[in-house]
């Protein structure tokens, strides 16, 4: 989509820079969920295999569960704002 954005002429250049920054922020969320999904998961394996739950890990597994949820609707947010500029071009 960047380089769409780069070859088409009839984005302002404001319009780019909105799409070029939303692409790049998502980018780095994308990223920072996979790094949570994969805390998440390590954290669930190990109430699985320990068998004893304690509040300190039901914390953390309702903490990045949350931040999870969060983190994916921002993405949510930032694409459908990319993608408001490209529909109404």
Same mark, same amino acid.
Request: aromatic letters at 10%.
């Given at each position: 989509?960047?380089?769409?954005?780069?070859?088409?002429?009839? $984005?302002?250049?404001?319009?780019?820079? @909105? /799409?070029?920054?939303?692409?790049?922020?998502?980018?780095?969320? /994308?990223?920072?969920?996979?790094?949570?999904? &994969?805390?998440?998961? #390590? +954290?669930?394996? /190990?109430? #699985?295999?320990?068998?004893?739950? @304690? +509040? &300190?890990? =039901?914390? +953390? &597994? $309702? $903490?990045? =569960?949350?931040?999870? #949820?969060?983190?994916?609707?921002?993405?949510?947010?930032? &694409? =459908?704002?990319?993608?408001? #500029?490209? /529909?109404?071009?």
């Amino acid at each position: 989509m960047k380089e769409k954005v780069k070859a088409n002429k009839k $984005y302002s250049a404001n319009e780019a820079d @909105t /799409i070029k920054d939303a692409l790049k922020q998502t980018y780095y969320t /994308i990223m920072f969920e996979i790094l949570i999904s &994969i805390l998440l998961l #390590v +954290l669930c394996l /190990i109430n #699985v295999f320990v068998a004893k739950y @304690t +509040l &300190i890990q =039901s914390v +953390l &597994i $309702y $903490y990045f =569960s949350l931040l999870m #949820v969060i983190n994916l609707l921002m993405i949510l947010k930032r &694409i =459908s704002a990319a993608l408001d #500029v490209e /529909i109404e071009k």
